[in-house]
């Protein structure tokens, strides 16, 4: 019996390694299925760059491409990008999306774990139709590029040979990759190369690292390589770039392909020249693509560059970008950079691989024609991105790549991220004041937002458990009921009042407490003194706002009190000022020489605005900023958790009035009182209004809390943006047949 047994267990060895087989062979059997070029050398070739344009092989001959791409992100809510959360059902799910929005491009900057590669082969495969392509970026080592400043030193070159060399593999699905902290591993075994269209290698590059390597290699002889090299005009810098991309190029013509070459470029190192740009580092040194040349690569070669509409400040600023209209008679800045950017890469294709601007409540840069990074809502997300995307094809570019498929709240920006403590658990909420979380079409919303909506409507709020809302157990005239919630992105605060709410005439006001100090009289409060103090008051009625007490005020205590770009008040900065400031977040800095070219003041906006309006996505009049709304008795908000001062609601923290030097503090909140009252249109407040002082005791109203949280809730949507998108990118389709 025993070798029955034996022969039993080597008849299924013998299957399980045929299914295995079988299954690698069809991997590459399916992906080899794709229609392409055999060169003279014997490679294969689908896309390859021929004058200005790029061209794709079907059909049996050559034909005019237009990409038209979006950029995919590696992370998740509640993770870092070096977690890899992302899931082959994500992936899936996604390119459904994606293709049906009408992109044939994805671009992803790194290498991704195994199942993207497998998703994405396994989805064009059962596609109708073109594929869904793909642009493989190739991570550089940045963090350590702009520590040594020298691109040459042996530990850049080894690292970032080592991840051209795994990045080639994983692609063609002929690697293992061992496991490495914030990198993808594996067993690449998919082979996603014939649904390639390019290599877009690097990250975008610090000026003061590129000038300084110049400046260390000036000696330095234009790279001859096997496939590209370096022009005599090309700068030590540009010489390494020519080694790099050559150095992708040997690695793909040992799988037998070919692809076009591009690597990541930004309007910080173009090779224009920008007079009017008011700081010397964002016109410091240039890159050019021109100044490296294919020798022997049929594929060819393009340029791609990052452009958006609001960076570098020269958008607003050059006089030379003010003498282009666009279709609507008005001076387009962004259209006239694309022009003059395309007219210095004559006969090579060129692509912009980055755009777009952010769906957010926060905004961090004024740009041309109300292009601003930050302050639009999904709507107007949608229509700014499909002009830029008419743009780009219209000045006669090979493609454009939007930024970004899907929000990520990992993400910092400049004019909050000080404010974010502990800045290691950025992804455990959603800071709708930070605009770089927010550049998705798809979005990532936080958890009650399927389930609650701001619309002056109670249903809602009734059908939500128990334990998942709490009233707030106040005896205040005016006042029947007062209910609280919150979710990863905001404080949820429902008012049901004794009377109809009319915001035209009457205005509530909501004190806010989250910890000791702040303000304990104001204008607002009329006689009343309370025994605490309010961090923050809102204020629903014909105009609508949060303010911050003024010695509270994170943006003045940074720019005035340390910085001195602003005036401070030195009675505003004293503990109960009684007064409220308007919350503002700074879009611009104090520039002034040697840094500048002439002086520039600094620049705000104010964020605290509060709009009335409905959050409910199927409604015609849906507004994805709206903050609050009235019917009846009822009053309803949402208010971002950085306006009520938290600096991480994740695990209690908010901001606190001490700070050291060189940085803020935070302190942990026991939770937040609400003190609300209503002023009517004479002026007779619901606080009481006695000639004597009145004191009010806040201490001894009820505190809304909650536990500290390591796991997210969200849910995906696609934006208003997306259904505008849609529209665009077939227009494009329709357009680019002609062109």
């Keep these: 019996m025993e070798p029955k047994k034996k022969s039993r267990a080597g008849w299924i060895g013998l299957s399980l390694l045929m299914v295995v087989g079988i299954s690698a062979l069809w991997w590459y059997w399916d992906a080899d299925r794709v229609e392409s070029m055999e060169t003279t050398t014997g490679v294969q070739v689908k896309f390859r760059t021929s004058g200005d344009h790029i061209e794709i092989y079907q059909n049996q001959k050559w034909q005019p491409f237009f990409a038209k791409g979006v950029n995919l992100g590696a992370s998740l809510p509640g993770h870092y990008p070096g977690e890899l959360p992302i899931t082959k059902e994500d992936y899936t799910r996604w390119f459904m999306m994606i293709d049906e929005m009408g992109a044939n491009v994805i671009r992803v900057y790194t290498i991704h774990p195994p199942a993207f590669y497998e998703a994405l082969v396994e989805f064009n495969r059962k596609k109708a139709g073109d594929p869904l392509y793909l642009m493989q970026g190739i991570w550089s080592p940045e963090e350590l590029l702009i520590e040594k400043k020298d691109a040459y030193l042996p530990e850049i070159r080894e690292q970032f040979y080592q991840e051209i060399h795994d990045a080639v593999g994983a692609v063609y699905g002929d690697i293992t990759i061992p496991e490495k902290p914030g990198k993808a591993s594996g067993k690449y075994r998919a082979n996603a190369g014939p649904y390639l269209i390019g290599w877009h290698t690097g990250t975008e590059w610090d000026p003061v690292m590129v000038q300084k390597t110049n400046q260390l290699h000036a000696q330095i002889k234009p790279y001859q390589g096997a496939y590209f090299q370096a022009t005599e005009k090309a700068s030590p810098f540009e010489s390494w770039l020519a080694e790099v991309v050559d150095t992708v190029a040997q690695e793909e013509n040992k799988q037998g392909w070919e692809h076009p070459m591009t690597f990541t470029n930004w309007v910080t190192t173009d090779p224009l020249s920008h007079p009017g740009e008011p700081m010397f580092h964002e016109d410091?040194?240039?890159?050019?693509?021109?100044?490296?040349?294919?020798?022997?690569?049929?594929?060819?070669?393009?340029?791609?560059?990052?452009?958006?509409?609001?960076?570098?400040?020269?958008?607003?600023?050059?006089?030379?970008?003010?003498?282009?209209?666009?279709?609507?008679?008005?001076?387009?800045?962004?259209?006239?950079y694309l022009r003059m950017l395309k007219a210095h890469h004559k006969d090579m294709p060129i692509m912009v691989t980055e755009f777009g601007v952010p769906a957010s409540l926060g905004t961090a840069h004024f740009g041309n024609l109300g292009r601003n990074q930050g302050g639009h809502t999904e709507k107007e997300q949608g229509e700014i991105d499909a002009a830029l995307m008419k743009e780009i094809h219209e000045e006669g570019y090979a493609g454009g790549i939007l930024f970004v498929w899907q929000d990520e709240w990992f993400k910092k920006t400049w004019n909050t991220m000080r404010f974010e403590l502990p800045e290691d658990r950025r992804s455990f909420w959603l800071n709708v004041l930070t605009n770089e979380s927010l550049f998705g079409i798809l979005g990532m919303h936080p958890s009650k937002e399927d389930v609650l909506t701001i619309d002056g409507d109670r249903a809602d709020w009734d059908k939500l458990a128990p334990e998942d809302k709490q009233r707030l157990q106040v005896q205040l005239p005016g006042i029947d009921e007062l209910w609280m919630t919150h979710d990863e992105g905001y404080v949820y605060i429902m008012a049901q009042l004794q009377q109809d709410f009319h915001p035209e005439k009457q205005k509530l006001y909501i004190g806010v407490d989250t910890t000791p100090g702040g303000n304990k009289h104001g204008p607002q409060l009329a006689n009343v003194k309370l025994d605490e103090g309010l961090e923050t008051l809102i204020q629903i009625g014909k105009e609508s706002d949060i303010r911050i007490a003024s010695n509270y005020d994170f943006h003045t205590r940074l720019y005035g009190k340390r910085y001195g770009m602003l005036k401070v008040k030195e009675a505003e900065m004293k503990d109960d000022s009684g007064a409220f400031s308007p919350w503002k977040l700074a879009v611009g800095l104090e520039m002034e020489p040697p840094d500048s070219k002439q002086y520039h003041p600094m620049e705000e906006v104010v964020v605290g605005n509060l709009l009335r309006g409905t959050t409910d996505a199927n409604d015609p009049a849906y507004n994805s900023l709206a903050s609050w709304q009235a019917k009846g008795k009822i009053v309803e908000m949402r208010i971002p958790w950085m306006l009520l001062g938290f600096t991480d609601p994740s695990s209690l923290q908010v901001m606190s009035y001490r700070e050291e030097p060189k940085a803020f503090?935070?302190?942990?909140?026991?939770?937040?009182?609400?003190?609300?009252?209503?002023?009517?249109?004479?002026?007779?407040?619901?606080?009481?209004?006695?000639?004597g002082e009145t004191i009010y005791p806040v201490t001894k109203l009820p505190v809304y809390t909650w536990p500290a949280w390591e796991q997210v809730g969200y849910h995906e949507r696609k934006k208003q943006s997306y259904s505008i998108l849609k529209k665009a990118y077939s227009e494009i389709e329709t357009s680019t047949a002609t062109r």
Aim: glycine share 6%.
């Design 665 to 691: 503090l935070t302190e942990t909140t026991k939770g937040i009182r609400l003190l609300p009252w209503i002023v009517d249109e004479n002026g007779q407040s619901t606080l009481g209004n006695a000639q």
């Design 284 to 336: 410091l040194v240039s890159v050019d693509p021109t100044h490296i040349v294919p020798t022997k690569w049929d594929a060819g070669y393009f340029a791609s560059y990052h452009v958006y509409p609001y960076y570098p400040d020269l958008f607003r600023y050059d006089t030379n970008l003010q003498n282009v209209k666009n279709d609507a008679g008005q001076i387009d800045t962004y259209k006239a």
